[in-house]
């Protein structure tokens, strides 16, 4: 006898970097990808890797964490690896896909340093998304071209060190044409340094614990400097920001598993179902039941 839909386990998969490779870097044409990979790109999923999608041809709509992003001819996407995604299941377009992980990009100092700081993956705002010209005389169809050809070569002591240089650059194109026409935009500075060093601490402990006197003991600072530091950079109390990482995962974990309304409050850190759905309700304005039935 099958199971019935209820009995069956509905979770957000999580993709790791395929094994057996010489790096931790690919590019992948869309369409090949959509051939043997279909119904795992069009299944909400994360990754444990970043995405760099440049779509040449055709037009659709991927939705990276509940939001609709509207991709177009010469339209070039930066998906962090920790959203949650979910590719447009018509794959009426043409392109190609840069996956890569931290491992493969952060070996030098600065490239890690780059990477954690780079509007490109850490937009507060947007997913970042731009636009390049149709004709491919940009230097950031030129990079891609590069990038390509040496990703075809034999594998030697230079390749990884080619590539990690090649997409450093591609990256810091894509911002420098991101920042001109992106004005909502965070200045660099101490401020955002603790922005980001709180984000990631946030990502490992949002779970356990929401109390801001606990990120600011572990960032060395007093809750004061702290409410000051994310003020500054993205107009939000650092108590604002705990819940609005907490929300997310509610959201994610109502919309794409069948985790009950009582299991998703324990692993978000509620003792009890009811303070949960207080929680979810004073920052939605509906229940968690009523978002389930909204996006399910």
Known sequence: MLPSKKDITKTIQQYHFKEGLTQEFEIIDIQDLYTKNKEQLTTPHRTGFYHIV???????????????VSTSPGSLLFIHK????QFDVKPEFKGKIIL?????????????SYLNTSVLFNDFFNVAHLQIQKDNSSPIASIFSQLEIEFKNSYDEYKPIILQNLLHNLMLNSERLYRIFHLQEIKKGNALT????FKNILEIHYHQCKKVSFYAEKLHLTEKKLAKCTMETIGKTAKEMIQSRTILEAKRLLAHTNLSIKEIGFRLGFDEPTNFVKYFKNEENIIPSTFREMHQ
């Open 54 to 68: 440049w779509f040449e041809e055709g037009k659709g709509t991927q939705f990276i964490d509940f939001t609709p």
């Open 82 to 85: 920790d959203m949650v995604k």
């Open 100 to 112: 890569f992980t931290d491992t493969f990009f952060s070996t030098q100092q600065h490239h890690s």
């Open 194 to 197: 603790v922005l980001i060093q």
